[in-house]
Nanobody, 119 residues
Framework: QVQLVESGGGLVQPGGSLRLSCAASGDIFSINVMGWYRQAPGKQRELVASITSRRIINYADFVMGRFTISRDNANNTMYLVMNSLKPEDTAVYFC?????????????WGQGTQVTVSS
């Protein structure tokens, strides 16, 4: 089994910054793609950014240079630094990982961390 645990969410004022972390643990041989998704109330879950094991990065258009994704392969950890936050960034942010383990290739989700941008 694989567990993903997010941390770093919270309440921040517009224009502020937050750093999210996602730590993967368990039966992990390697992690292929890791990504951050978000889901606002009443909306579908959407991709924020993703990063492969070779650090090929993809950002959603709405990021517009404000967020930076990174990962530490040695420690199976991923980060998202979010700057210039806007109220519309308010959502639950989820970590996703495509993991190769003894049972094969599977995708896993974390439990989510709340990000609220409000004055």
């Amino acid at each position: 089994q694989v567990q993903l645990v997010e941390s770093g969410g919270g309440l921040v004022q517009p224009g502020g910054s937050l750093r999210l972390s996602c730590a993967a643990s368990g039966d992990i041989f390697s992690i292929n793609v890791m990504g951050w998704y978000r889901q606002a109330p009443g909306k579908q879950r959407e991709l924020v950014a993703s990063i492969t094991s070779r650090r090929i990065i993809n950002y959603a258009d709405f990021v517009m240079g404000r967020f930076t994704i990174s990962r530490d392969n040695a420690n199976n950890t991923m980060y998202l630094v979010m700057n210039s936050l806007k109220p519309e960034d308010t959502a639950v942010y989820f970590c996703n990982a495509v993991v190769i383990s003894r049972v094969g290739l599977s995708g896993y989700w974390g439990q989510g961390t709340q990000v609220t941008v409000s004055s």
